[in-house]
């Protein structure tokens, strides 16, 4: 059995590998991996109560608390590490239950994901469970769902649109509708339902109404319409319009060339189905759709109090925040500076408006409160150089005054907090920190935020994971994390995202045995504004940052605590990406490195675009680490699931194949039926075999 074999066999017997060298073993990877992640944190409309989600070494559970005590109380009751994903909670207009997804979506093939690999076979379905406590009841396979104030569930099934009652067991009817078609959001009276139906080149934006069983769409046009808000008496919708493009534009994220996407923002008369553009965007490349809002939680479009319609935009370089009066007048901007808005949430009466956001802090992330009108801006958590502290994921509950949100900070992987939105609130936590985390906590190290150039001098910005027993003159192996997305950023403390989260945990683990650790901000990340996550030559048209990752490794080889002879990789999907390209063009400045699910050739598989000029596939052809195998000499570890749905497996298969003709040494580690995001049983045996294979490679003298 080879070593890397023996190290994960070994896992059952100890979660971890022996030390090596000069690392100093004080926790295993289980006891800093182990602490349960929060998230999903969702407010009802009544009773001041709360609901989120608590991943437990893979088993996902929701909980909830309600005021004034705010205790914390297990809802549901999932007792196996079986990827049963828990999302999109939604409470019932009482309070008084909670609708949620459980399960993983379909890929293209229309197959769902089963990384148990059960005979039985899973699917992804709408359940709904009450805020009392008992046993879960399921609605139907699909995913989506949308509760009205009548106690009507609207979900998506097989690209359709389903209607089911919350309270009682009735079938499930199909709204019928041509296209593929998302439930957005039902009228605050419960009556009508906005929806999306995708037409592959256009999409419009109707309306369903269940009591006269009819639909009805704002404007039909040749453009392609998404993003629908409600206004809050019911009587408008305001939604994004997208204009059309030539069939032969070219289309692929990652290999595309860079162009301006413009947007307008329309209202439509919800009785009537007439709209018309009341704003749209500049010319400029930073004026085009926020794509990265429609991810963050918040939504491009929010309709605020007073007629106001919020939307997100870049137009300044930063993503911010801007109100804007639908029957008339300009744009306003809300959340100035520098500095970007990334998730937020409204008042019940839409008139306070509270995000999280980097400002003054670009590593960290603070709760902020602004009004809808644009004053009393106010930072409302502490500063994160006094705390270390780092918000997400904030919600006002149902009496208005009171908010709840997600803290972490250097040691605490997550713990929610409430106050209220007054100034001077004291700041309480729901539960506490677990026992499995407090024994390690004060081991974990504080990461130091660094800032150097890369070669055509902009200005990078990482954390430095410094081991806590090194000594003055001793130098030690040091490991580069890049990170995935590449739409992402690594903060200084546990992250909000769970993948993250765990990368955090095994880069505070690789410090502890030993390792100068520094996680890299490369170019298109966020939170440095668009001009950086946008930059030329990026991904397939380029890979300009992969300069990044060399001035990273010549800042190491530039300490004084560093062997610069021994560095090595690591990352996952873009950053196994990166961490190929290192190891492939730069063997003689990265030792060894690990890859997980990485991209390695960007114009095939998932990744391909379409319309792509022949010159412009051969450059993201070049910019792929399979072009870089020839130079490639440094042994590598390769880790995938072979039913990743984010990066195809073939990505590996396909450099492995290449690799093995040119005598590189390689390890890996596959696991049937796997996806991207691992069973939490496969993140350990992933973390301890990287360990072992640097163990192995940077700790030895080489021969």
């Known amino acids: 059995m080879n070593r890397i074999r023996w190290c994960v066999a070994a896992l059952v017997l100890s979660l971890v590998c022996v030390p090596r060298g000069e690392a100093q073993e004080s926790f295993t990877i289980q006891q800093v991996l182990g602490a349960p992640f929060v998230s999903g944190l969702v407010a009802a409309k009544a009773g001041n109560r709360i609901a989120w989600i608590v991943n437990q070494e893979g088993r996902r559970n929701i909980y909830v608390a309600e005021a004034p005590n705010f205790e914390a109380r297990q809802l549901t009751t999932y007792s196996a590490d079986d990827g049963g994903e828990l999302s999109e909670l939604h409470f019932t207009a009482d309070g008084e239950a909670i609708v949620y997804v459980r399960g993983e979506g379909k890929d293209s093939a229309g197959d769902y994901a089963n990384p148990t690999s059960n005979p039985a ?37 097989g690209g359709q649109m389903w209607l089911a009652s919350v309270k009682t067991e009735e079938k499930p009817k199909q709204i019928v509708v041509r296209g593929k078609n998302t439930p957005v959001e039902w009228s605050e009276d419960g009556g009508r339902l906005v929806f999306v139906s995708h037409r592959e080149d256009h999409s419009f934006v109707g309306i369903y109404d269940p009591a006269a069983e009819t639909v009805k769409f704002f404007a039909p046009s040749v453009d392609s319409d998404s993003d629908p808000v409600w206004s809050l008496d019911g009587k408008r919708v305001a939604y994004v319009r997208r204009p059309a493009v030539p069939r032969d534009t070219p289309d692929g994220y990652f290999i595309e060339p860079d162009r301006p996407h413009p947007w307008a923002i329309w209202v439509g008369d919800a009785e009537k189905l007439t709209a018309k553009e009341i704003w749209h965007s500049g010319g400029a490349p930073q004026d085009s759709y926020p794509y990265i809002a429609q991810d963050t939680g918040g939504g491009v479009l929010n309709w605020a109090a007073d007629n106001r319609v919020v939307f997100a935009s870049e137009a300044d370089g930063w993503q911010h925040l801007y109100a804007l009066p639908v029957d008339g007048g300009t744009a306003k901007l809300l959340t100035p500076g520098n500095c970007e808005a990334e998730q937020w949430t409204f008042s019940p009466d839409k008139k306070t408006i509270l995000f999280n956001s980097n400002c003054g802090d670009v590593d960290r992330r603070h709760i902020w409160r602004v009004n809808a009108e644009g004053t009393a801006l106010q930072q409302r958590t502490p500063p994160g150089d006094v705390t270390g502290g780092i918000e997400w994921n904030p919600v006002v509950l149902s009496d208005g005054s009171t908010f709840a949100y997600i803290s972490s900070d250097t040691q605490q992987r997550g713990l929610i907090r409430h106050s209220h939105l007054s100034a001077d609130s004291t700041f309480f936590a729901v539960g506490a920190q677990p026992a499995s985390l407090s024994s390690v906590a004060q081991k974990l190290v504080a990461p130091k935020h660094v800032v150097f150039k890369s070669g055509d001098g902009l200005e990078l910005h990482g954390q430095l994971f410094v081991p806590a027993n090194l000594k003055a003159g001793e130098k030690r192996p040091a490991l580069i994390f890049l990170h995935g997305g590449p739409m992402r950023q690594m903060l200084l403390g546990w992250h909000y995202m769970y993948y993250y989260s765990n990368c955090y945990a095994m880069n505070q683990y690789l410090a502890n045995r030993g390792y100068v650790v520094l996680a ?9 504004g668009w001009a950086f996550r946008e930059a030329p030559g990026r991904a397939g048209r380029g890979a300009s940052e992969y300069q990044d990752v060399v001035a990273a490794g010549k800042y190491l080889q530039s300490l004084p605590d560093v062997d610069g002879t021994r560095i090595g990789l690591w990352g996952g999907s873009y950053g196994g990406y990166l961490t190929a390209l290192g190891l492939g063009r730069n063997s003689d400045l990265f030792a060894a490195g690990v890859d997980l699910h990485g991209v390695h050739d960007w114009p095939t598989d998932n990744w391909e675009g379409k319309n792509i000029p022949p010159e412009l596939v051969k450059l993201a052809h070049d910019s792929s680490p399979i072009t870089a195998v020839d130079t490639w000499k440094s042994p590598v570890l390769f880790i995938h699931g072979d039913d990743d749905r984010n990066v195809m497996f073939s990505q590996t298969v396909d450099l492995v194949a290449r690799l093995r003709g040119k005598n590189v040494e390689i390890e890996q580690l596959v696991f049937p039926d796997d996806v991207h995001d691992f069973l939490y049983r496969n993140w350990l045996a992933a973390y301890v075999a990287a360990s072992d294979f640097f163990d192995r490679k940077l700790f030895s003298p080489k021969k």
């Open 520 to 528: 890299l901000n490369y170019r298109s990340g966020i939170g440095y």
């Open 121 to 157: 076979g899973v699917e992804q379905d709408v359940w709904v469970v009450s805020f009392r406590g008992g046993a879960p009841r399921k609605i139907d396979a699909g995913n989506t769902p949308t509760v009205s104030t009548q106690g009507r569930v609207a979900y998506q099934r």
